[in-house]
């Protein structure tokens, strides 16, 4: 890993804080030309320090956030978990964790009828190898205020990636409760 300079930082500082900046206003701010913000930002991209996206608003979006944790097994069950919930477009966050519980996912629910859905039905708890799980709701989110969301642009699966549910065959799904997962083709929510 290279040290980044000062200029790194703060040109990622300030991207930070309005990631639609342009390359003039940045190189204002930095005190360099355009061109050379956008060779440095280039660098920054090409080498995995940096990644622009657009983010959506949890609020404007009324959003509910759903953490789980939990215990899994073995080190084949925690690729095949992370392999399932790779493509899943309501995860934002997958990670490992040191401790009692080894596993964490953030995903969203955009509804009480969905979010009772990933809690119970498609959820974590379903998956091999897991010894427990504890699902807990998020109530205010506080920072950030913007999440990364994976919203498909195609709805091109049959069944949702994770492969541990059909909505075709849900309860949930066939009597409205549910919209279904957002990358399948019968999807019936907001996103």
């Known amino acids: 890993m290279r040290q980044l ?19 003039t206003d ?22 995995g ?16 956030l759903v953490l789980a944790l939990a215990e899994v097994e073995s080190p084949q069950d925690m690729e095949r978990l992370m392999e399932s919930f790779e493509d899943c477009p309501r995860m934002i ?4 964790l040191l401790g009692g519980f080894n596993f964490v996912a953030l995903m969203v629910a955009e509804s009480p009828e969905v979010l009772e859905s990933i809690s119970s039905i498609c959820c974590i708890r379903r998956a091999k190898g897991i010894r427990r799980t504890e699902i807990m709701v998020i109530g205010e989110l506080v920072r950030p205020q913007h999440i990364p969301l994976k ?13 541990y549910v059909d909505c075709s065959v849900c309860p949930r799904y066939l ?8 990358a399948i083709k019968g999807y019936r929510g907001p996103l």
């Open 26 to 47: 940045l190189g204002k701010s930095l005190r360099v030309s355009h061109v050379a913000v956008g060779r440095r930002l280039s660098k920054l991209i090409s080498e």
């Open 175 to 182: 009597t409205n409760k549910c919209p279904g997962c957002p």
């Open 49 to 64: 320090y940096l990644r622009v996206q657009g983010l959506v608003g949890v609020k404007k979006l009324e959003l509910k």
């Open 151 to 163: 919203i498909p642009v195609e709805r091109n699966y049959e069944k949702p990636p994770c492969k």
């Open 5 to 23: 300079s000062e200029a790194d930082k703060k040109l990622m500082a300030l991207l930070a804080c309005d990631g639609r900046a342009s390359l």
């Open 93 to 96: 966050l997958l990670a490992t």
